[in-house]
Structures are given as structure tokens and as C-alpha cells.
Nanobody
């Protein structure tokens, strides 16, 4: 059974940076497209970024483009989300997700496996 565990969520001041990690167990990371999503209180789940199986391509939501970077280390079964120039609107629970064949990277319904989420809070 595939399990995803996120870590790295924290409180940070606006303008700061954080790096989230997501470790996959029960499978081989290189078999999966990996996505990051977030959900702020009272809002729908939002696409943050995705990365293809070997890391050759990555995709980003408009609100994070140029500030966030998704990367992966298949040898370590871990995917990362580097978040720079954080602002208060980035406050949310961040989730990683995995799927064999996701083509609509931005669509949460494409992903079969989800982590439990990690809280990121950005204060002004």
C-alpha cells in the first residue's frame, strides 16, 4: 500500500522560505507523477505544482509560478516543494499526491494517493 508523508510545514514570516518534503513508501517513486496541492481554510483545494516521473518537466499554478519549485529525488523516494517569497495568501495545509498516469496535472481527481498534509502558516 502506497503511503505519502509530508513534512516541513511551519510558521514563517512573509518574505521567508520553506521547503516541504514528501516521502513515499510502499512503492517506487519513479513510477508516479507527483503533485502538490494546498487547501486554505474555507477554500477549495488548489493546484500548486507537479513533476513528471523523472523530473524532466514541472508545472505550476499561476499563484506560485516563479516562487515555488518542485523537485524529486527518486533514489530517496522523496519529492520536494521549495517555497520562496512567501506571503500570507500561501497559508494553507499542503498535500502531496501521487498517480501513475496523471495527465491533467492540476486536477486533484487525477491522483490516487494522498498524504495527510502539513500546515504552512505565513504571518505578515
Amino acid at each position: 500500500q502506497v503511503e505519502l508523508v509530508e513534512s516541513g510545514g511551519d510558521w514563517v514570516q512573509a518574505g521567508g522560505s520553506l521547503r516541504l518534503s514528501c516521502t513515499l513508501s510502499g512503492g517506487t517513486l519513479s513510477s508516479y507523477v507527483m503533485g502538490w496541492f494546498r487547501q486554505a481554510q474555507g477554500k477549495e483545494r488548489e493546484f500548486v505544482g507537479a513533476i513528471t516521473w523523472t523530473g524532466q518537466r514541472s508545472y505550476y499554478g499561476d499563484s506560485v509560478k516563479g516562487r515555488f519549485t518542485v523537485s524529486r529525488d527518486n533514489a530517496e523516494n522523496t519529492v520536494y516543494l521549495q517555497m520562496n517569497t512567501l506571503n500570507t495568501e500561501d497559508t494553507a495545509v499542503y498535500y502531496c499526491a501521487a498517480d501513475f498516469y496523471a495527465t491533467e496535472w492540476y486536477n486533484p481527481f487525477e491522483y490516487d494517493y494522498w498524504g495527510q498534509g502539513t500546515q504552512v502558516t505565513v504571518s505578515s
